[in-house]
């Protein structure tokens, strides 16, 4: 049973969570993580390390949780990552580290996830510092954006000695952390900006409310302002709509717009001025993490909510762990569902979204079946707002504003290795920004790159190689 | 935390702020705008710069008190701090880029409507700086509403004034001057600059659309970030979905959907007509009402 099963982690009942912010999870206490962690075989080459994008030594720390050796476990982590409480919340696992457990062949693999949670909430509760044994070397670096890819990025070269500055436009540090998953994935007060207090107290300087590419750009970063070199982790924070008609009605947003209200200005709490309205229906159009997330924060407000997605159950993009949390919570799934119009009243709001049946046909360039429109198919679905979850592009104000610093037709930073080198020296770019949307901890993976290559660069560049 | 280093009350719920904010006043250029955060529990409001002074590094705000937000907002006193100040945002206005010996021959009438006096300032006293004084055509409900006066009129050449009360200059809207001077002086002005309420602005719009004089507008739509992330201030401008916030704030009056624009606006207000009442206001009212 030892071997197969993993040990539960305990949830609130999704009766009582569909109604607060708190917390999905409640992650495991420290007699379930021991013996969770007595689980690991503690294999002699690792396939989860291998499938982590940072390289956390899993098994290293996984032997020390085991032992109870807490401080120990947490020191093995601070070595790749500097943010284990969102990444142990956040990271799809499932996919990544875990999907690569030798356990996971005949049985559940080793809940590597929930370990590093537990750790990283251990550190937190006992003030487990990160180490930064360099002494300062006298060279400046600016970190565009305090997202994933940017702290990363910025913790690295602070433990390399590094004088790091990182500018966020937003009022608050954190990126996607704050602004766009919420609460009752990721607390904000308690893990997030704690990890981010972690970065500062490695040195690094955040100034807030600081838009590159309007109050200065990278160019007057690398000169006025003295910088050896600028890394560009701003992120894919421009939301796309359908263009379709009546997309302009009162009551239709951006996941972004909503989810933003929401987690970065706390809308859902009457002790913040920010509003937010739902109505009684809402229908998110997008089958992806932010779709769930949208989804599953409208139910908190009370709405009645639809997921509109244009392919079935196998192809939705969302990890497996955020669809069944959200057809727990009572989230209605229409699948194979695409709108084709936003109706509205004679006051200009929406009365309801009318949508085709769709079917599958050939796979597409991404794999995955082509979703073809039922001629005929046409019916509505009556709502009172639309929520459009349909991925994100990287903000144009950093590539419009750094003359020759390249971009694909997508809009994203041209890397020209997987450094994060871009098309100008001595400017750096990673995460969402050079990839398009994907995840915290692929950003974070290319981020610890782009550092070492930051470092190699200013190093050959005053003392030659 | 962003010092208030002055405070006015320059008219009826209107107040002007110096805020101490020298990123800001450094990049700050004629048409872009600011978004302002009174405390941890605070909106992001954005708000137009009126005037700043890189050396000095401040920016003046005006605001008048329309809500909830704004009336926290004022309720700061000098020597206080806003949590958050951010920008400038938003594009720089377009004559800043234009050939400046064919900007000294260019004949602007400017149009301020209410508070819209307050992001007509920086514009004229750009161009004053660069040999330009446009006229001013300056609306407001009544003479207690007219802000701004002395530094507008030491910034522009002739000066007009109406109030829709009769109690200083014209008694009408600024739309009837308007009209007035260009059957006057048909084809003389080259460009019009028209800035304040939204229906204001789209009146001018359709005046000059029939006279064939380019408008540019300046619009205060809903906005959350300010940089492009949200989307809540989109607008149709000429058939296209832009975003007010990066695209904008200024853009070809003739080209703008102001009917959709109107609309969005008052997405989250209070329901002021009892016409029509639709549950989703309600609901809105309601959160409203409970935050206050």
């Known amino acids: 049973m030892k071997l197969t099963a993993r040990v539960p982690v305990r949830e609130q009942d999704p009766e009582i969570r569909r109604n607060n912010f708190d917390e999905v999870s409640f992650g495991y206490n420290e007699e379930e993580a ?128 590094y004088e790091v500055t990182i500018f966020e436009a937003l009022h608050k540090a954190g990126g996607v952390l704050e602004y766009g998953i919420p609460e009752f994935r990721l607390p904000k007060e308690k893990v ?72 970065l200005m706390k809308a859902y709490d009457d002790d913040f001025d920010t509003p937010v309205r739902t109505g009684q229906r809402v229908a998110v159009v997008g089958g992806g993490n932010v779709a769930m997330d949208a989804a599953r924060a409208a139910i908190r407000l009370g709405a009645e909510v639809s997921v509109i997605y244009r392919r079935s159950a196998e192809e939705l993009p969302a990890r497996a762990e955020e669809v069944h949390h959200a057809r727990e919570e009572g989230i209605n799934f229409q699948l194979l569902t695409n709108p084709v119009e936003v109706l509205g009243n004679e006051s200009g709001w929406v009365t309801a979204v009318k949508c085709v049946k769709m079917e599958l046909g050939e796979p597409d360039d991404s794999g995955r079946r082509r979703p073809v429109v039922i001629k005929g198919s046409e019916f509505t679905i009556p709502t009172d707002t639309v929520i459009m979850s349909l991925g994100t592009s990287p903000n144009p104000l950093i590539a419009g504003t750094t003359p020759n610093l390249e971009t694909d037709r997508k809009g994203c930073v041209k890397a020209l290795d997987e450094n994060g080198t871009t098309t100008r020296e001595g400017i750096f770019a990673a995460g969402d920004v050079v990839t398009g949307s994907a995840t915290v901890i692929l950003a974070m993976g290319a981020a610890r790159k782009a550092a070492k290559a930051i470092d190699d660069y200013i190093k050959s560049k005053h003392f030659g190689k | 935390m962003f010092k208030i280093l002055e405070k006015k009350n320059i008219g009826p719920d209107i107040w002007q702020m110096k805020v101490h904010a020298p990123r800001v006043a450094k990049y700050a250029m004629p048409g872009q705008f600011v978004i302002v955060i009174t405390d941890k529990r605070g909106e992001r409001i954005p708000l137009t710069i009126c005037d700043y002074n890189r050396k000095e590094g401040w920016v003046i705000i005006v605001l008048q008190v329309v809500g909830f937000s704004t009336n926290r907002m004022v309720a700061l006193n000098e020597g206080e701090a806003f949590s958050d100040f951010v920008g400038p945002l938003g594009q720089p206005s377009l004559f800043i880029n234009e050939d400046r010996e064919e900007l000294k021959r260019k004949r602007f009438i400017f149009i301020a409507g209410g508070v819209g006096a307050a992001p007509v300032y920086p514009q004229l006293k750009w161009l004053a700086e660069n040999g330009v004084k446009p006229d001013l055509i300056i609306g407001a409900r009544s003479k207690e509403q007219l802000i701004l006066m002395d530094d507008l009129r030491e910034v522009s050449s002739d000066v007009y004034i109406a109030t829709n009360d009769g109690s200083e200059g014209v008694k009408g809207f600024v739309t009837d001057v308007l ?64 975003f007010t916030c990066v695209d904008g704030p200024e853009f070809d009056g003739h080209e703008v959907n102001f009917e959709e624009a109107m609309r969005r606006q008052g997405m989250y207000r209070k329901e002021e007509t009892e016409s029509h009442k639709c549950n989703l206001d309600k609901a809105v009212e309601d959160s409203h009402n409970k935050k206050a």
């Open chain 1, 192 to 263: 997030v900006k704690y990890e981010v207090e972690n970065v500062r107290r490695m040195g690094v300087k955040i100034i807030t409310n600081a838009v590159i590419g309007k109050a200065g750009n990278i160019d007057s970063l690398l000169t006025d302002e003295g910088f050896d070199a600028v890394f560009v982790g701003t992120g894919a924070g421009l939301p796309q709509f359908m263009n379709i008609p009546g997309e302009n009605l009162n009551g239709v947003l951006s996941a972004n717009e909503f989810l933003t209200r929401i987690n």
């Open chain 1, 34 to 161: 021991v013996e969770e962690a007595s689980r690991c075989l503690n294999c002699k080459k690792p396939g989860c390390v291998t499938n982590c994008p940072v390289s956390i030594d899993i098994p290293g720390f996984v032997m020390q949780v085991k032992e109870r050796n807490f401080k120990e476990a947490a020191s093995v982590i601070f070595k790749s990552s500097v943010l284990p409480a969102v990444c142990g919340r956040v990271c799809p696992q499932e996919t990544q580290c875990e999907g690569k457990c030798i356990l996971g062949v005949k049985g559940e693999a080793v809940a590597i996830g929930k370990l590093e949670r537990f750790i990283g909430d251990r550190a937190r509760e006992n003030n487990f510092s990160i180490p930064v044994d360099s002494k300062p070397n006298g060279f400046r670096v600016a970190v565009v954006g305090s997202g994933p890819a940017g702290l990363t990025c910025a913790g690295e070269l602070a433990s390399m000695g």
């Open chain 2, 179 to 242: 009209k007035k001077l260009v059957e006057e002086r048909p084809g003389y002005y080259d460009e019009c600059v028209a800035i304040g309420p939204m229906i204001m602005m789209k009146s001018v719009a359709e005046m000059t659309r029939g006279m064939g004089l380019k408008t540019i507008v300046s619009l205060n739509t809903l906005m959350i970030d300010g940089t492009g992330m949200c989307g809540a201030c989109r607008v149709t401008v000429g058939g296209k979905v832009k």
